[in-house]
């Protein structure tokens, strides 16, 4: 009884920890929101000439780089300082660089007025939900969700192979339209041919890596380095992606290949068909209802 109590303790000193630690990232993100204006006026002063499609580029630029210098073993060299702060650049430009694309594309939504508690449900809906529904069809604000989600979690390579992979696309695509003869694009451009030839096969690992991080991180909820917000939040950003008509045809095939692989499981052990069951009615109904005529 004692052990079991001092793991029950220490489950719950990790959880807390992880909500301390998301709210000081929450309150960055709303800072940001809220000094928007004054941001943006500094920024501008600084870079005037800078194109949208530009500081998105930089922004993406920024991911890549970021990913790479992760990737990198540095803790062998004891540069867990610089590890942390790849991490967190990583992330944090994925953030900045969605919410300004997301503006570009969908300008902010309007906020609420006379809001109070007996109507904040029917002015929101009215107010923010079309904007919502608009900016949701965007990649942008599925990595921008995917972002936020493991600012609040234990650092995870797989999470920043998954946002590294649709920035190094974003990167090498806006070069092949916008710096055709840079120099060192030029050397890379080769390596680019070979990755755009096998987009399809590359697109279909994606999908399935997603599925994977979210399988992993439900396996984990069962050892002491369990993430329950994470997981949670992480199924609903899956469950988005399945959603959105943009990515839901690569979802469902990389589901449809994993359904495959374990259905020989499944027909030996009817029971577990019940989960995956409930599992596709959780998934389904707002996609449909998203795509209905009218």
Avoid at 7 to 22: A, D, I, P, V, Y
Avoid at 226 to 243: A, E, H, P, S, V
Wanted: contains cysteine.
């Amino acid at each position: 009884k004692p052990a079991a109590s001092s793991g029950n303790s220490g489950g719950n000193k990790r959880l807390h920890t992880q909500l301390r630690e998301g709210m000081w990232w929450i309150l960055a993100v709303i800072g940001l929101y809220v000094f928007r204006k004054q941001i943006g006026s500094r920024l501008g002063s600084l870079f005037p000439q800078l194109e949208p499609q530009r500081t998105a580029f930089y922004g993406q630029l920024v991911t890549v780089l970021s990913v790479l210098v992760y990737i990198f073993p540095l803790e062998l060299f004891g540069l867990h300082a610089i590890k942390r702060l790849a991490y967190l650049s990583s992330l944090w430009s994925v953030v900045v660089t969605s919410i300004f694309t997301i503006k570009a594309n969908y300008g902010m939504p309007v906020l609420p007025e006379n809001l109070s508690w007996s109507n904040w449900r029917e002015t929101c809906t009215r107010t923010l939900q079309p904007w919502l529904q608009k900016a949701m069809m965007g990649v942008d604000f599925n990595f921008l969700f995917f972002a936020l989600i493991f600012l609040t979690a234990y650092p995870s390579i797989m999470a920043l192979l998954i946002l590294g992979r649709q920035r190094l696309w974003a990167v090498c695509t806006y070069c092949t339209k916008n710096m055709p003869g840079n120099p060192l694009w030029v050397r890379f451009a080769p390596t680019w041919a070979k990755l755009k030839a096998k987009e399809p096969q590359v697109l279909a690992y994606a999908a399935i890596g997603e599925i994977a991080l979210a399988l992993w991180l439900t396996v984990s909820l069962f050892l002491p380095t369990r993430q329950i917000i994470t997981c949670i939040l992480y199924w609903n950003y899956l469950k988005m992606r399945y959603q959105v008509p943009r990515s839901h045809e690569q979802q469902l095939q990389a589901w449809r290949k994993l359904g495959g692989m374990v259905e020989p499981v499944f027909r030996a052990v009817p029971i577990l068909q019940r989960p995956v069951d409930f599992a596709k009615d959780w998934f389904q109904p707002q996609y449909v209802y998203q795509n209905r005529p009218g």
